[in-house]
């Protein structure tokens, strides 16, 4: 059973980074974001951490963990937000307190995704792995991007339809801000491994690949174990996106995961865009595209609106999806199924 946590009107959102914090040249970051969000109703806490960075980390883990801690209990916090990524979550999962967090949400990518599989799988909570805080600073945002709070508001037994975006970032540049903060220059094209058409469903697991097969062997990766006490019998539909790994490295990467059981009862593997691409010896990504999808015998998509080179779909761990991939454009309905 998935527990589907409840964002209402005028929601309290609790800033706070267990991963990386925000230097002081980039706190007007925050203050924007603050701003637009009173503007737009909600009420923001915004934490200690969040303020702060040192040695690729906001502050040391137990720090980091108590704050964390302190939103994930507070029953007054109905989504817990971090300003951005980073290179360190891991660091704080042995000190937290999972047994204790009270149902909310929690939206992130990057680095957050270790945090919010770990939730998902240890306690049967839904996460979402959307934008994060920073990025929604702007003075408007793309549909794309703007449908996270669309996802949130569903309900319990409620469905949600997401469509593939008509244009992406192709890098960033704080140098030439934009409005929007995004630069959605580029046309957005889902691509398949073979065929022209993919349809796959399944409940909804992934995150940054880069860091959250770090969990594989842990007590906090436990996918199997998921599986059999919150969703018995049913397949898992596995996103997953690319930040920095070499083609080979990421290849290892879907080979540990396969090794590890993650792709058991799998329905299929979506990839994100990647901005990433360094082959080895004529070793492409479209390679190791193909080679997963022969050896697992699943059907692949990639490119899918996911990841470091935004706008990107809200995506529930947890939730049953119905993806369907054709001439360049995508269709994800979401079902909050418990």
């Given at each position: 059973m998935i527990v589907y946590p409840k964002l209402p009107q005028q929601a309290t959102i609790g800033v706070t980074a267990p991963s990386s914090g925000v230097s002081e040249e980039r706190h007007s970051f925050i203050r924007q974001a603050v701003a637009r969000f009173e503007r737009q109703g909600y009420q923001v806490a915004v934490g200690e951490t969040t303020w702060t960075q040192h040695k690729a980390k906001s502050a040391p883990a137990r720090v980091r963990a108590a704050e964390l801690n302190a939103f994930l209990q507070d029953g007054r916090t109905d989504l817990v937000m971090p300003p951005w990524g980073g290179e360190l979550l891991i660091e704080v999962l042995e000190h937290l307190d999972f047994d204790r967090i009270a149902p909310k949400w929690i939206m992130g990518y990057s680095d957050i995704s270790v945090l919010l599989l770990a939730v998902t799988l240890?306690?049967?909570?839904?996460?979402?792995?959307?934008?994060?805080?920073?990025?929604?600073?702007?003075?408007?945002?793309?549909?794309?991007?703007?449908?996270?709070?669309?996802?949130?508001?569903?309900?319990e037994g409620e469905s949600v339809a997401q469509t593939s975006?008509?244009?992406?970032?192709?890098?960033?540049?704080?140098?030439?801000?934009?409005?929007?903060?995004?630069?959605?220059?580029?046309?957005?094209?889902?691509?398949?491994?073979?065929?022209?058409?993919?349809?796959?469903?399944?409940?909804?697991?992934?995150?940054?690949?880069?860091?959250?097969?770090?969990?594989?062997?842990?007590?906090?990766?436990?996918?199997?174990?998921?599986?059999?006490?919150?969703?018995?019998?049913?397949?898992?539909?596995?996103?997953?996106?690319?930040?920095?790994?070499?083609?080979?490295?990421?290849?290892?990467?879907?080979?540990?995961?396969?090794?590890?059981?993650?792709?058991?009862?799998?329905?299929?593997?979506?990839?994100?865009?990647?901005?990433?691409?360094?082959?080895?010896?004529?070793?492409?990504?479209?390679?190791?595209?193909?080679?997963?999808?022969?050896?697992?015998?699943?059907?692949?998509?990639?490119?899918?609106?996911?990841?470091?080179?935004?706008?990107q779909l809200t995506l529930v761990n947890g939730a049953y999806a119905e993806v369907v991939v054709e001439a360049g454009r995508g269709t994800v309905v979401q079902t909050f199924m418990p």
């Open positions: 240890r306690t049967g909570m839904a996460t979402a792995h959307g934008t994060n805080f920073v990025d929604l600073r702007g003075e408007w945002t793309d549909p794309t991007t703007a449908a996270w709070e669309q996802v949130l508001w569903t309900g975006s008509t244009h992406h970032q192709d890098s960033w540049s704080e140098a030439a801000p934009a409005q929007g903060v995004y630069h959605l220059t580029e046309p957005t094209v889902w691509k398949i491994v073979g065929g022209e058409r993919m349809k796959a469903s399944g409940r909804l697991l992934g995150g940054c690949i880069d860091v959250i097969r770090h969990l594989i062997g842990t007590p906090y990766g436990d996918v199997r174990a998921f599986r059999e006490r919150h969703i018995p019998g049913e397949p898992v539909l596995w996103y997953l996106e690319n930040c920095e790994l070499a083609t080979v490295d990421m290849r290892r990467s879907l080979v540990q995961m396969k090794l590890a059981g993650w792709f058991e009862n799998c329905a299929g593997i979506l990839f994100g865009r990647s901005g990433v691409h360094i082959p080895r010896e004529g070793y492409t990504e479209l390679d190791m595209f193909e080679e997963i999808a022969d050896e697992l015998g699943l059907p692949v998509a990639y490119d899918i609106d996911c990841g470091h080179k935004p706008p």
